[in-house]
């Protein structure tokens, strides 16, 4: 299975710029997605296919890498997006999940 | 809007069956394939499968074969969960999540549903 490695926590302070990597075991083209998960709610998407803003997601959150390697910022963080946030792969089989990195504000 | 819309938590003992709902609404449901994605508690996110909604073909992910049954009731655009012989560690809150065709994202999700396994 493709293990996706996420980082399990951070702290920044509102307004700063914040990136949240993703390391696949093996390449996943750009076959990488991000979501947004809040307590006691289900997952959000918030970019697909590594780079690809969701519909209704603000300009702040963007994506990038390729292959194994795949970053989530966003810029600047608001208090609002304190959450979980969590990379997929979909280019392999299983589909798998990052563990999520818990995002805290300081 | 789109919609998908989960049955209630639900409260077994170990051995029993139990059946999740996830019922679409917005769009047409042949058109998306529908997946399963399991979250004990406090834990991560795990792929469980999906069902072509269109053939009714499941496919489920290693870890879930056997006990786990995808199904459909296309006439009512809803996907089905059902799960037998329960064990502890199948407590978790279980999500249907319709998947973008073409890129393997899952652009809408249920709210979730809550199973507890206990004696």
């Known amino acids: 299975d493709t293990v996706l490695t996420q980082s399990p926590a951070l702290a920044v302070s509102p307004g700063e710029r914040v990136s949240i990597s993703c390391r696949a075991s093996?390449?996943?083209?750009?076959?990488m997605h991000w979501y947004q998960q809040k307590p006691g709610q289900q997952p959000k998407l918030l970019i697909y296919?590594?780079?690809n803003l969701a519909s209704g997601v603000p300009a702040r959150f963007s994506g990038s890498g390729s292959g194994t390697d795949f970053t989530l910022t966003i810029d600047p963080v608001e208090a609002d997006d304190t959450a979980t946030y969590f990379c997929?792969?979909?280019?392999?089989?299983?589909?798998?999940f990052g563990g999520g990195t818990k995002l805290e504000l300081k | 809007q789109i919609q998908l819309v989960q049955s209630g938590p639900e409260l077994k003992k170990p051995g029993e069956s139990v059946k999740i709902s996830c019922k679409a609404s917005?769009?047409?449901?042949?058109?998306?394939?529908m997946h399963w994605v399991k979250q004990a508690p406090g834990k991560g996110l795990k792929w469980m499968g999906w069902?072509?909604?269109?053939?009714?073909?499941?496919t489920y992910a290693d870890d879930f074969k056997g006990r786990f049954v995808f199904s459909l009731e296309a006439s009512a655009s809803t996907a089905n969960l059902q799960i037998s012989n329960l064990k502890n560690e199948d407590t978790a809150t279980y999500f249907c999540?319709?998947?973008?065709?073409?890129?393997?994202?899952?652009?809408?999700w249920g709210q979730g549903v809550m199973v507890t396994v206990s004696s």
């Open positions: 999540a319709r998947m973008i065709r073409a890129t393997g994202g899952f652009d809408y």
């Open positions: 917005g769009y047409t449901f042949t058109d998306y394939a």
């Open positions: 069902i072509n909604t269109y053939t009714g073909k499941p």
């Open positions: 093996e390449g996943v083209n750009s076959y």
């Open positions: 296919k590594a780079s």
């Open positions: 997929q792969q979909s280019w392999n089989d299983p589909r798998t």
